[in-house]
């Protein structure tokens, strides 16, 4: 299946293990009220067609690090050598830099269809194998914890 050019967000934080990505896709409204409720909005705020798209969720429309990625022509930070930069090391939340700081060296290494099948086989249920989202700390099928 081709790469949905879309979700390769140039930070590294692929768009197609997300939460609010999943759940707009899923139509999954349970989970958007979860959301919003996590971020201070609406569950209909909840949408996201993947960081490139031209549907992207609200913080990355106004992301320093896609806009710095875009005025270099980059698909990704891994083609910068400036990396980690001061837009990967000021971002705000710390859990989502340090999966920029693993994931951009492994982009790198691996070329971009190579990285994105490997970060899509990690989110699964070791148990069940049903798919997870960054930052899931429990299955949602079997509800065995994750990590």
């Given at each position: 299946?081709?790469?949905?050019?879309?979700?390769?967000?140039?930070?590294?934080?692929?768009?197609?293990?997300?939460?609010?990505?999943?759940?707009?896709?899923?139509?999954?409204?349970?989970?958007?009220?979860?959301?919003?409720?996590?971020?201070?909005?609406?569950?209909?705020?909840?949408?996201?067609?993947?960081?490139?798209?031209?549907?992207?969720?609200?913080?990355?429309?106004?992301?320093?690090?896609k806009s710095c990625a875009g005025e270099k022509n980059y698909e990704g930070c891994?083609?910068?050598?400036?990396?980690p930069c001061e837009h990967i090391n000021n971002f705000p939340v710390e859990e989502?830099?340090?999966?920029?700081?693993?994931?951009?060296?492994?982009?790198?290494?691996?070329?971009?269809?190579?990285?994105?099948?490997?970060?899509?086989?990690?989110?699964?249920?070791?148990?069940?194998?049903?798919?997870?989202?960054?930052?899931?700390?429990?299955?949602r099928k079997c509800k065995e914890p994750v990590g």
């Amino acid at each position: 299946m081709p790469i949905n050019k879309n979700l390769l967000s140039p930070c590294g934080l692929y768009c197609g293990v997300c939460d609010i990505y999943v759940a707009h896709r899923d139509q999954d409204n349970k989970r958007k009220e979860k959301l919003a409720a996590v971020y201070g909005m609406k569950p209909e705020e909840m949408n996201c067609l993947g960081c490139l798209s031209t549907r992207p969720f609200g913080y990355c429309r106004v992301c320093s690090i896609k806009s710095c990625a875009g005025e270099k022509n980059y698909e990704g930070c891994y083609q910068c050598s400036e990396f980690p930069c001061e837009h990967i090391n000021n971002f705000p939340v710390e859990e989502a830099r340090e999966v920029m700081l693993a994931a951009i060296p492994e982009w790198r290494e691996l070329g971009t269809e190579r990285w994105v099948a490997v970060v899509e086989a990690r989110y699964h249920c070791k148990k069940c194998g049903a798919p997870l989202t960054r930052g899931a700390r429990r299955c949602r099928k079997c509800k065995e914890p994750v990590g």
